[in-house]
């Protein structure tokens, strides 16, 4: 039977911190077993047909972590993008980072630009990387920006329709996510996507993010094939 490769998958790495636990390491031990499983999944995922891949990496509620954590997240993350960076010539990703930038230390944001200009003409499978995103923030952001361009007489309340709205978005005017992958068992949006994940379906799974694998993505792609779509409809 043919599958239907869902062209927008989204994750919630969910469980670093259990999977450290149960090896008796410290929870930012998880954390970079964690990245090492998204660097080793995103070209396998790519292979399968997959367009766009977004993960959440850092919530706008993470800065409420222990201080240590942040600080080390925050270190991992960096070392990851200039990873990206030097394996630009290796591989075609292209990688975008999603949230609001302006609370990131200023040595990140260029980091960040580097990536974004060095990989933004690549032909293969975009990774949108969630950082110091939220849902909410992300909708007032949105609503923010519409509001001083009304205020400027740059567009009028009536410009302002669903699609219109959804593009102001950080995903602009990517496709919708088809499959939201959550690990770690618990069921929840977590801030995540909110505008966007409306008819989205989503997949539950208990293992810990560092123990995900590609086999795991297929498991849920097959699953995805086995729902019929409505969109609300019959
Ligand atoms: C949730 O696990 C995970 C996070 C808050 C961070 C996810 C980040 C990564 C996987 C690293 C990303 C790196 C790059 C380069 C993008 P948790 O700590 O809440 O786990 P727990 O629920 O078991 O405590």
Known sequence: MTQTVPAHVAIIMDGNGRWAKKRHLA???????????????????????VK??????FSTENWKRPQEEVSALM??????????????????????????????????????AELEA?????PGLQVNIALNYGGRDEITRAARNLAKKTARGEI?????TETF??????TGSMPYPD?????????????FLLWKLAYTEIYVLDKFWPDFTIN????????????ERRFGGR
């Open 27 to 49: 929870h930012t031990a998880g954390h970079r077993a964690g990245a090492q499983a998204l660097k080793k999944l995103a070209p396998a995922v790519e292979k399968l047909g």
């Open 52 to 57: 766009y891949l977004t993960v959440y990496a």
């Open 75 to 112: 270190k991992l993350i960096h070392e990851y993008i200039q990873q990206y960076i030097d394996d630009t010539k290796k591989n075609d990703m292209r990688i975008f980072i999603i949230g609001d930038k302006s609370r990131l230390e200023p040595e990140l944001r260029r980091k960040i």
């Open 118 to 122: 060095t990989t933004e003409t690549k």
């Open 156 to 160: 009028v309340p009536e410009d302002i």
């Open 165 to 170: 709205f959804a593009n102001q978005l950080d």
């Open 179 to 191: 499959l939201l992958i959550k690990t770690g068992g618990e069921m929840r949006l977590s801030n």
């Open 216 to 227: 795991d993505m297929r498991k849920a792609i097959d699953w995805f094939n086995g729902r």
